[in-house]
């Protein structure tokens, strides 16, 4: 493993590179648009059901066949990056959206009340009171879809796109099993990393949750 | 003064939750609206803040209808404590005392600053100000909400139960505090509560509800317990209102004997009662500023049925039998 890295430094540096930014421009776009949207569904609550509902939906997609499908209704190249990014930003909406829509109802109401009493108005109640204290669930949410996002990324390479993933097709082809256990284990350790920068994070902006 | 006009709450489903309610609740007084579950108080102390809307009817905040106001301005002027405290949990005690001052404006820095002063006012030390609201006591977080309410040092004052949810010795504790703390500043305040007993110790005037949001009775803790204006108010304020009654009126005006039978110490403070055993305590003492209530309580307690007054050294100057209590209120009542 070590000599196959060491004669392929290049290739795996340049798969690496993208299997993370693959990964990690979704999860910033689908948080961006995972707020707003979650937020509706806790606003309206008419929407919550419908939006629990279509989350699953989506979330049940094979991200294959999302890696298929969407050059056609996207009209990009089937070799275009943007399809995985879309495609993944599809899948951290369908797990933040939810996520983000039960961490703002998961905030005590009496808390919520007492803010406004005392003359939050609602955009800052928004942004001062509930999403702070919405942040342990959202944040627990963005672990998921960040690993996960992470793992489904290996599967683009079926379609010539995936990061760490192309080591595995390499080594499919060639019956050689180095790629494929270096292509494992940078992934699981790039999974882990992104994993522990989230809690460290978590730990930062959110102290109160350990007082007690 | 807060007034309120004509007001009517009715919910959707067609339950009355204010039945016509007319009253006023002046300004510099704690009016307690008192009354049982279901009755409507809370409701009305909602529409003072328009946390609920009246179906009709007007409230009006010396003579200004709140409908009329920005909302947000509006709460912003009016202090809001409520039944376990409500605090922010991801707050220090420092930032939730500062909520309201940074709302209006106030940089962070001057915030926290006058917050600091508030919370030794409600009895904390500084060393709390730090701490998250999880890592407080039930009466710690209680005393924090009043400071936040009273952080932008607003005329107006709304308590949801506030000491409902700490334990009875804390309770008793912090009403002690909180009317000292009002005696102070003076606020026009509308306190809720179940609590009759509660009521008529912090209430300069009591509202008493009757179910379905009528206002069976207004009036002085005293009138209320004197002369309750029906059966409801009469039940409500307890079997026990003589006895209650007494803590309005002074010890001052009570005749004494002179000290005699009891051992007294070198500067002639009391020690006890002479027992086979040696002395038996005394069960404490009064002086001419406590209630005729303090004084049938040490009369009813004492090992020989005799109250002992003492004067401002502490030394024994009259004592009080049950009879002489007896004869007093008796003389007192033709």
Redesign the interface.
């Known amino acids: 493993m070590i000599e196959y890295l060491r004669n392929n430094a290049d290739t795996v540096w340049l798969a690496l590179q993208e299997h993370v930014w693959l990964a990690l421009l979704p999860v910033l776009f689908g948080f961006v648009i995972a707020l707003p949207v979650g937020y509706l569904g806790v606003r309206f609550p008419v929407l919550y059901h419908p939006l629990v509902n279509t989350c699953g939906v989506l979330y049940s997609i094979p991200s294959l066949a999302l890696f298929v499908f969407l050059p056609v209704v996207l009209g990009t190249k089937v070799l275009s990056p943007v399809n995985i990014v879309v495609a993944l930003t599809i899948y951290t909406v369908a797990l933040l959206a939810r996520t983000v829509a039960d961490g703002l109802r998961s905030v005590?109401p009496?808390?919520v009340?007492?803010?406004?009493?005392?003359?939050?108005?609602r955009v800052?109640r928004l942004t001062g009171?509930e999403l702070?204290?919405a942040?342990p669930v959202i944040l627990a949410g963005l672990r998921v879809a960040t690993v996960s996002n992470i793992s489904l990324v290996s599967v683009g390479a079926l379609i010539g796109i995936g990061g760490l993933g192309q080591l595995f097709t390499r080594g499919f082809q060639l019956f050689y099993i180095e790629p494929i256990l270096v292509g494992i284990v940078l992934s699981v350790l790039l999974a882990g990393l992104a994993d522990l920068i989230i809690v460290l994070v978590q730990r930062a902006v959110?102290?109160?949750t350990r007082?007690? | 003064m807060i007034t309120f006009e004509d007001v009517v709450k009715v919910y959707p489903g067609g339950s009355t939750a204010v039945d016509h309610l007319s009253l006023e609740l002046p300004t510099g007084r704690l009016t307690a609206l008192v009354g049982p579950s279901g009755c409507g108080k809370t409701t009305s102390l909602?529409m003072i803040?328009r946390?609920v809307t009246p179906t009709s009817g007007r409230i009006l905040i010396d003579g200004e209808d709140v409908a009329e106001r920005d909302e947000?301005?509006?709460?912003?002027g009016i202090g809001?404590v409520?039944q376990?405290a409500?605090?922010?949990?991801?707050?220090t005690v420092l930032d939730n005392v500062a909520?309201?001052p940074v709302?209006l404006g106030k940089t962070r820095r001057e915030a926290r600053a006058a917050a600091l002063e508030l919370l030794e006012r409600v009895g904390l030390s500084a060393d709390f100000a730090k701490?998250?609201p999880?890592?407080l006591s039930g009466g710690q977080q209680q005393r924090v909400g009043v400071a936040?309410a009273l952080a932008a040092d607003p005329p107006i004052m709304?308590m949801d139960e506030p000491f409902s949810a700490v334990d009875p010795v804390v309770r008793e504790q912090l009403h002690r505090e909180f009317l000292r703390l009002q005696e102070d500043l003076g606020k026009t305040i509308a306190l809720v509560t179940h609590d009759i007993d509660e009521a008529i110790k912090l209430g300069d005037r009591v509202a008493v509800f009757r179910t379905s949001g009528r206002l069976a009775q207004v009036g002085t803790p005293r009138e209320l317990l004197a002369a309750p204006a029906d059966d409801f108010v009469a039940e409500f304020v307890g079997r026990d209102r003589g006895l209650r009654g007494l803590s309005f009126d002074s010890a001052a005006g009570l005749p004494v004997r002179p000290v005699d039978g009891l051992l007294l110490d070198d500067a002639g403070r009391p020690v006890g009662w002479p027992g086979d055993d040696g002395p038996r305590d005394t069960g404490g003492t009064f002086t001419k500023d406590d209630s005729l209530r303090v004084v049938a309580d040490l009369a009813i307690r004492s090992p020989v049925g005799i109250a002992v007054r003492v004067g401002p050294d502490g030394a024994a100057d009259g004592l009080v039998s049950h009879h002489d209590l007896a004869d007093y209120l008796a003389g007192r009542r033709s």
């Open positions: 005590d009496v808390v009340q007492a803010a406004t009493a005392m003359g939050y108005r800052r009171v702070p204290m942040l959110t102290p109160w007082a007690v | 909602r803040n946390m947000a301005a509006l709460r912003r809001y409520i376990h409500g605090l922010f949990p991801h707050r909520t309201v709302l701490r998250y999880a890592q936040r709304l």
